[in-house]
């Protein structure tokens, strides 16, 4: 075998050494029978024909296969098999009107001094900032929340996107969703805060850059339980309670960069025939208002302040009164980021919220986006088989469209989470978490909503060992740490703002308006 490798790779080289001193023969020795005209011109000709038969480089050149070229020849095959798949284009047929046109000593037509350059895809421009692109076979997916930040972009007026992230317990304490709200805001403007719940339902219950509490009197019911008859609860997922003197506040952060800003305290609230009188007070004022009403509606009571570092009180005055929370936003154009993290929430938890409910809820709210964030507890739990589970979410992103018909939607993927082997100590991706993110991709799909890889940003297949050894997650190997919450904020931003990079570039203009 190593005889013929060496004799495949001297044969071009012994070839063009005979056809050469063949030619040099034929061209010094005028009486040799091959020496005419006509032999002198064929020899030539054989010459230059073997020419590429002399180094690999020049194989594309060759007229014919030597011997030696197997390999090639096979290459060759499969090319050819390849691009007979793609059959030629078509050319149209007619003309094409063209307008006036001259060329001028004074203008350099041949080149712009600014090179303009084909507008790179949305995976190029994630891959660029370290990231990875939101999945849209579609293509249009996100159109909707892209027009709007667009015009949040260019500073109109009025133009304010929010953006909804819906999520179990990674998003409680606003992990990634800080980071979120903090990276939009600086990039497209701060328009408040975004929406609060009226007290803490879990004990880590917790955003970043404002400040909240709550005194005694307050009780609730959440869609993880317990439940609500009715299935009501607010666009947050929690349903709230209040005896009189039951009180709670909400207001700005103090000495941070980030949150520093409010103009308006919406108050979100059912009005019910049970319901009671609420006080509001900030800013020097206050304000009383009553929560009781014939039916179950969904209200928002506004209370104005002066735009800047504002602390608002909330106080049941009497009646039982249902509250849901309070939104902190500005009267300017910019982005606002709910964090609506749920302890142990599943997508069909949310699912079970009653539909005209929630569809109030959204239309008072007006997302731009809403952002599906499940698996973790899916993964605990387990699934029964892998239909009834895209079922279950497929009927979520239905339900979510018919909340909020002018929002888009993005499912992203829960993150990796590990398991150990007893034995050995080894931390191993749980199988059923790529399951499970290979069923949200094809839902995704199927429903024409965007789908953002989690597990595969953080590294895919054991990454959530990886990250738990760095201290990006914790010894429960399902959460990650501040520092990871801070990553994963980040690959989100910069799939997002690529894709609308992207979205931007392919229109070349100003952003259409949503339906």
């Known amino acids: 075998m190593v005889r013929a490798n060496r004799r495949a790779a001297r044969a071009p080289s012994i070839a063009a050494e005979l056809i050469c001193g063949a030619v040099r023969s034929i061209s010094s020795n005028v009486t040799h029978p091959l020496g005419g005209k006509t032999s002198l011109a064929v020899g030539v000709m054989l010459a230059l024909l073997a020419i590429p038969f002399t180094t690999p480089r020049l194989a594309r050149l060759r007229v014919a296969h030597a011997p030696w070229d197997k390999t090639d020849i096979a290459a060759e095959a499969v090319a050819m098999a390849e691009a007979a798949k793609t059959p030629a284009p078509v050319p149209t047929q007619g003309e094409t009107s063209l ?17 303009a350059l084909a507008q790179p895809a949305a995976v190029n421009i994630a891959k660029g900032k370290g990231s990875i692109a939101i999945d849209d076979p579609t293509g249009h997916a996100l159109d909707n929340f892209y027009a709007r930040l667009g015009r949040t972009k260019k500073k109109e007026a009025g133009a304010v996107t929010r953006m909804l992230h819906y999520g179990d317990s990674v998003l409680t304490s606003d992990y990634v969703s800080g980071t979120m709200r903090r990276k939009m805001q600086a990039e497209f403007g701060d328009a408040g805060h975004g929406f609060i719940l009226i007290a803490k339902p879990w004990d880590w219950y917790f955003h970043n850059d404002v400040i909240q509490g709550a005194g005694e009197g307050w009780s609730s019911s959440k869609v993880t339980g317990p439940f609500n008859r009715d299935l009501m609860y607010g666009i ?14 909400y207001g700005t952060s103090t000495g941070q960069t980030y949150g520093k800003k409010v103009s ?3 108050v979100y609230y059912m009005e019910t025939p049970n319901g009671g009188e609420i006080e509001l007070k900030a800013d020097g004022k206050s304000e009383k208002f009553s929560t009781k009403g014939s039916t179950k509606v ?10 800047g570092e504002a602390r608002m009180n909330l106080k049941v005055v009497s009646g039982t009164p249902r509250l849901f929370g309070v939104a902190l936003e500005r009267d300017v154009s910019g982005v606002v980021y709910d964090s609506l993290g749920a302890n142990g929430g599943r997508g ?13 809820q959204m239309d008072l709210r007006d997302p731009a986006l809403v952002i599906l964030h499940y698996g ?35 499912i992203v993927a829960p993150l990796d989470r590990a398991e150990k082997n007893e034995s050995t100590g080894a931390m191993h991706t749980k199988p059923i978490i790529k399951k499970l993110v290979e069923c949200q991709k094809k839902v995704a799909a199927e429903a024409g909503v965007g789908f953002w890889n ?17 201290g990006l997650a914790g010894s429960d190997l399902t959460h990650p740490s501040p520092q990871g919450g801070e990553i994963l904020g980040d ?3 910069k799939a997002i703002t690529s894709g609308f990079e992207a979205w931007q570039g392919a229109r070349g203009g100003p952003a259409p308006p949503t339906n």
């Open 491 to 493: 690959l989100l931003y």
């Open 348 to 360: 069909e938890l949310l699912a079970a919220m009653d539909a005209g409910h929630w569809k109030e």
């Open 99 to 115: 307008a006036a046109s001259k060329n001028e000593a004074t203008v350099t037509n041949a080149l712009p001094e600014t090179p």
């Open 236 to 249: 947050g997922g929690v349903s709230f309670a209040g005896s009189p003197g039951a009180h709670s506040w």
């Open 264 to 266: 308006r305290f919406d």
């Open 298 to 307: 969904s209200r928002v009571k506004s209370f104005t302040v002066t735009d």
């Open 376 to 410: 973790t507890n899916e993964s605990e739990v387990g699934m029964a088989s892998r239909e009834a589970y895209e079922k279950t979410l497929r009927a979520l992103v239905d339900k979510v469209k018919s909340a909020a018909p002018k929002a888009s939607v993005l």
């Open 454 to 470: 989690t597990f595969e940003a953080m590294g895919g297949e054991g990454a959530m060992a990886t990250w738990v050894k760095n």
